[in-house]
């Protein structure tokens, strides 16, 4: 893993804008959160073994996990999921709802095995720039002669989400909400209605605000169609405490993200993996705050429960605050996961997006930032494989 400058493609603001990409341009630190001249470099065997297998066997390991907690009450209630949406979770997981998507962030500073800090599993944001616009970056600068031939990337994301989308029937609305004021979410949709449009499906794009229900109970959009299926940008731990929650059950939408995804977008699950898998070489020791063992480790990170977008996240060193961010997750309950490092080069700090479309890992993209903890404007940096 290495990180390397490039010269960057002559008028590449104006390729994001045609394509939508206008929150490319938004800045941190006077920087875009695209990086053009920019890119990290990966043998083919290092994202083989280092960082696509890991992404695997966490997924796996997390599958695992949901078929455990689904059957659990108690479990369920120690990730604070509603008890009212008990058995909504459970019907949605043994029914075998399918899931579209998720993202792990990964910790690896390209010597040891990758580590997991978190679980996006619901609501992931970076796809278009993971899928598409770091794809035609790479395609591009082939073409100027900037990079070999042979560059490539550890990225199948368009194809399998397309695959993804056609696994579904294509007889109905396939409507997709999201709070569509938000320039990200708002393009994050647009991109996967794309790639359901090329699946075959009918879409329409709702704000979430905009959702009604019928005297049948039934969701409804703003024309009065029922939506029978739904992909919601939106988080699970949301829609179970909002007003429309005694609904959800019983309104017959199916929703993407499946509800069962409720349990891996808490940050509650990285202590109960930890506790089944000690030691794996793909896990960071993680536990309930308040547990006596987080008091034991010497650098750590808390994290809360539904934090996004690396909010509310402090690093501790010797249980004082080291690196601290704001936010809107300071209440409620934490994790304690102890601190790893991060691959670092030119004062940037970089954490890897893997992304598991269906079932399989399918895609790699980059953020990076001067502090150790990943924000909404951390800078997106593309890669390349090449040996």
Known sequence: MERHRIEPREGWQAK??????????????????WLDDTYYRFSLAEIEDEIEAPTQALHDLCLDLVAEVAQSDALMAQLDIPPEQFDFVR??????EPSLYGRFDLAYDGRGPAKLLEYNADTPTGIFEAAYFQHNWLTDQIELGRLAGDADQFNLLQESLIAAFGAFPADRIFHFAAVTESDEDRG??????????????RTALIDMAAIGVDALGRFTDPQDRVIDRCFKLYPWEDMMREP??????????QWVEPAWKAILSNKGILPLLWERHPGHPNLLPAYFE???????LEH???????????ENISILKAGETDEATDGDYGSG??????LTSLFEAEGQFAVLGTWIVGTEAA???????RSRITRNLSRFVPHVIQD
């Open 16 to 33: 994001a804008e045609a394509v939508g990409f206008g929150f490319g341009f938004h800045e941190m630190y006077g920087e875009p959160y």
């Open 91 to 96: 019907r949605s997981f043994a029914s075998g």
């Open 188 to 201: 994050t949709a647009a991109y996967l209605m794309d790639c359901a449009v090329q699946a075959g499906h």
């Open 244 to 253: 429309f929650a005694p609904h959800l059950s019983a309104s017959g939408t």
């Open 290 to 296: 308040g547990d006596p063992r987080a008091a034991a």
């Open 300 to 310: 750590s990170v808390r994290k809360p429960f539904f934090s996004r977008e690396g």
């Open 333 to 338: 309950r934490s994790v304690i996961q102890a």
């Open 363 to 369: 895609g790699l993209g980059i953020r990076e930032d």
